[in-house]
Nanobody, 124 residues
Framework: QVQLVESGGGLVQAGGSLRLSCAAS????????MAWFRQAPGKEREFVAV????????EYADSVKGRFTISRDNAKNTVYLQMSSLKPEDTAVYYC?????????????????WGQGTQVTVSS
């Protein structure tokens, strides 16, 4: 069955960096867009970044553009999110997800399986 397992979250001071990883299994990783979403307490889940399977092109939310980088390693079935210049407003649970079909963008409805999430807390 499909499994997505995130790791790498933690507590970091503002301005610091973290790298999240998501190990995927149970599907053909190289033919699916992979994305990160996040959810802060009391807020809806929001799109962070996506990386496309066919050309490794990427798309970011405006709030993280220039600070976060999404990447993938098809040999390891793993997607990463490198986060730099972290701000307190980046505090959230971060979720890894796979596209339902071969295409998926910034909408949660484009994705069908989600990891359990990893907590990122940025202190001021």
């Amino acid at each position: 069955q499909v499994q997505l397992v995130e790791s790498g979250g933690g507590l970091v001071q503002a301005g610091g960096s973290l790298r999240l990883s998501c190990a995927a299994s149970g599907f053909t990783f190289s033919t699916r867009n992979m994305a990160w979403f996040r959810q802060a307490p009391g807020k809806e889940r929001e799109f962070v970044a996506v990386i496309r399977w066919n050309d490794d092109s990427t798309e970011y939310a405006d709030s993280v553009k220039g600070r976060f980088t999404i990447s993938r390693d098809n040999a390891k079935n793993t997607v990463y999110l490198q986060m730099s210049s972290l701000k307190p407003e980046d505090t959230a649970v971060y979720y890894c997800t796979k596209s339902r079909g071969r295409y998926g963008g910034a909408l949660a409805m484009d994705y069908d399986y989600w990891g359990q999430g990893t907590q990122v807390t940025v202190s001021s």
